[in-house]
């Protein structure tokens, strides 16, 4: 559990304030937001038994807290802000789809993850999906309201 916190919240958020420098306010305002979708869609997913994640003897919420917290609201962060200066959201989509599919993808290969009751890599990334077009709704609402 402590090799998934640190390989999965501290190393991210690392990445993305320290070394990236990514606008804080961006990362205030799609973080929380980026981390409820993952909640839901994460919950949603172990509640129904379609995937376990290691460490398989802890609780799985518990354990998938790392990426709930690190990964998935650090790289939902970079995501708007490379829309926001690169300015082709059709570009980074579906790189950030495939890109994060891929890590899952790998993690499952090492035994990270565990799917069940015919989920497959198929289903994550139509998860994904709409997780990343969500992140980029809400991103797209904030610049209306004139918010960023």
């Known amino acids: 559990m402590i090799v998934n916190f640190f390989a999965f919240c501290i190393f991210p958020w690392f ?6 420098k990514i606008d804080l306010k961006i990362v205030l305002l799609i973080s929380p937001f980026a981390s409820m979708i ?16 290691y460490p398989f003897e802890t609780e799985t919420h ?12 650090a790289l939902s962060s970079l995501f708007v802000h490379l829309i926001q200066t690169m300015h082709r959201p059709l570009l980074w989509i579906p790189v950030f789809i495939i ?7 790998t993690t499952l290969l ?22 990343y077009c969500s992140v980029y709704g809400y991103f797209m609402w904030l610049k209306s309201e004139q918010i960023v």
């Not at 993952?38 to 376990?52: E, L, P, R, S």
């Not at 790392?66 to 990964?71: D, F, L, R, Y």
């Not at 890109?99 to 993808?105: A, D, Q, R």
């Not at 035994?111 to 999906?129: A, P, Q």
């Open 110 to 131: 090492l035994g990270l993850v565990d799917y069940d009751k015919g989920w497959n890599i198929i289903y994550t990334s139509i998860e994904y999906t709409i997780g």
């Open 62 to 73: 518990l354990a998938s807290l790392p990426m709930i917290v690190g990964v998935v609201p």
């Open 99 to 105: 890109g994060t599919t891929s890590f899952e993808g």
């Open 38 to 53: 993952a909640c839901i869609m994460n919950t949603w997913t172990i509640a129904y038994g379609f995937a376990d994640v």
């Open 15 to 20: 990445i993305v304030i320290f070394l990236l």
